[in-house]
């Protein structure tokens, strides 16, 4: 006779539990059925999640479970929109969130959610990753998804030639090969895009910073040094961009995300000018470059990729002679921001693939007007466009041209495992919460097909075998 630990006894009952809850789920999605909504909503972590997103107490719950009941020996319904709209107050507020979070939400991510309710070591797709611990426990981790609601992912062929790549592809599958695998627009598709707009997403805003400064830096104004001119400049041309996408009907949540771009951007023209009185000219935007780059393959053959990418800007120091990438990043704050004589500087980490390989692109440029551009003279780092002005700044070098070799050969080791399909394991740091948390909640082994996760495993020790 077997025996079952307190840990077995727990992580069958959490199992049962997620997979009882996972067919509620499943039949409330498609059929809206008010006898399933019913059992479903008496669950304790169903009741705790509730409880927790509306700020309801039990009490008040209790009163609304009474309500639901007198409601439903009144009106029989069959579906949940044959009451719903006949209730009011708490109740009311209880079923408008739970429709909500039927058309909103993945199975998986409401499922998590669920099971997360009033537990501190939950995972929090919004929590930063250094801050969301892991998680050992079967009683927290355990997860028996129903196979239908597995991801079933395309099989990569066995080898497919790598002819072309960015930097910042490049970057992101050194971080996360399953999320970059996953961003492949072959892979998905596009179907998981929102046309609806309440308000612009974060990569909205930033393409709109992004084509304001580049405009700046294409115009007469570039070498300005008037921070009220270029503050002018650029938020006209917030202006423009928002008449052109919504017309004279700009919602009111965008306008607001607008101001707000407004005001990292005048905070940039107090730093643009200030750079602009120590030298700094700008010499190109949105600049395509690109260099071709050899590398062996583990079966003694040699591959070439055409590496390539698009430079925020390019400045040169009229006094110096020295050369510099500007990278533009829109982040709320600027990590390891000091004083430092008397104004804040920025220190953050260059390490990755982008700033080099820009750096390297430069050096070999083809072009009369980076002649001068020579790997010792190039260094390159970033722009911050913070909330406060403390947050706005040209950050020190992060990189320069020396070590540039180094990151070249460990990019080439990457070429290689892309042409093998690699594209397992995810990252440590869960990078794929960022644009992938709805669909792989509670991890991406818990979610995935297992026969995909079996094919990329296979070809990671082969991999591994031959050194990459």
């Not at 304790?44 to 020996?73: E, I, K, P, T, Y």
């Not at 094919?455 to 050194?467: C, N, P, S, V, W």
Request: charged residues 30%; aromatic residues 8%; hydrophobic residues 45%.
């Amino acid at each position: 006779m077997s025996r079952t630990g307190p840990r077995d006894a727990c992580a069958s009952d959490v199992a049962l539990a997620t997979s009882r809850r996972a067919r509620q789920i499943d039949a409330l999605q498609r059929t809206r059925s008010y006898a399933v909504f019913a059992a479903f909503i008496r669950e304790g972590d169903v009741r705790r999640w509730v409880c927790d997103a509306l700020g309801l107490s039990d009490a008040d719950l209790a009163a609304s479970l009474v309500d639901l009941d007198n409601r439903q020996a009144e009106l029989l319904p069959e579906a949940i929109d044959d009451i719903a709209p006949r209730t009011a107050r708490k109740l009311r507020a209880i079923f408008e969130f739970v429709k909500v979070q039927l058309r909103k939400k993945s199975p998986q991510a409401l499922l998590a959610a669920i099971r997360g309710a009033g537990r501190p070591d939950a995972l929090a797709p919004e929590a930063d990753d250094a801050a969301v611990p892991d998680v050992e426990s079967p009683c927290a981790t355990a997860a028996d998804l129903p196979k239908a609601w597995k991801l079933h992912l395309p099989v990569p062929p066995p080898f497919r030639a790598l002819e072309k790549i960015s930097p910042t592809r490049l970057d992101g599958y050194a971080r996360c090969p399953f999320t970059a695998f996953l961003l492949d627009k072959a892979v998905l598709g596009t179907h998981r895009v929102d046309g609806r707009v309440a308000e612009l997403p974060r990569w909205a805003c930033g393409n709109l910073v992004h084509a304001a400064l580049a405009a700046f830096g294409g115009s007469e104004l570039k070498d300005a040094a008037s921070p009220s001119a270029i503050r002018s400049f650029l938020e006209a041309q917030i202006d423009e961009q928002l008449a052109a996408r919504f017309g004279a009907s700009v919602p009111a949540s965008v306008r607001a995300q607008g101001e707000d771009l407004k005001r990292r951007l005048a905070h940039f023209a107090v730093r643009q000018a200030a750079r602009r009185a120590e030298g700094w000219r700008i010499v190109a935007v949105e600049r395509r470059l690109e260099r071709p780059s050899a590398f062996a393959r583990p079966d003694g053959t040699t591959g070439s990729v055409r590496v390539y990418g698009k430079c925020d800007r390019i400045d040169v120091n009229e006094a110096t002679g020295a050369w510099s990438i500007i990278d533009y990043k829109m982040w709320d704050t600027a990590p390891g921001v000091a004083e430092a004589d008397g104004r804040p500087r920025g220190r953050v980490d260059g390490t990755g693939f982008q700033l080099p390989l820009y750096c390297a692109m430069l050096d070999a440029a083809d072009d009369p007007a980076f002649a001068d551009a020579t790997r010792e003279r190039i260094s390159a780092g970033y722009c911050i466009l913070g909330q406060t002005a403390e947050d706005v700044v040209f950050t020190a070098p992060c990189v320069d041209g020396r070590g540039l070799d180094e990151v070249e050969a460990a990019a080439q080791r990457l070429f290689a495992r892309l042409e093998r399909g690699i594209f397992w394991p995810p990252s440590p740091t869960r990078a794929w919460r960022r644009d992938f948390g709805d669909w792989l909640a509670p991890a991406p082994e818990a979610t995935v097909d297992e026969d995909w996760i079996a094919d990329q495993e296979t070809r990671l020790k082969a991999a591994e075998e031959e050194g990459l």
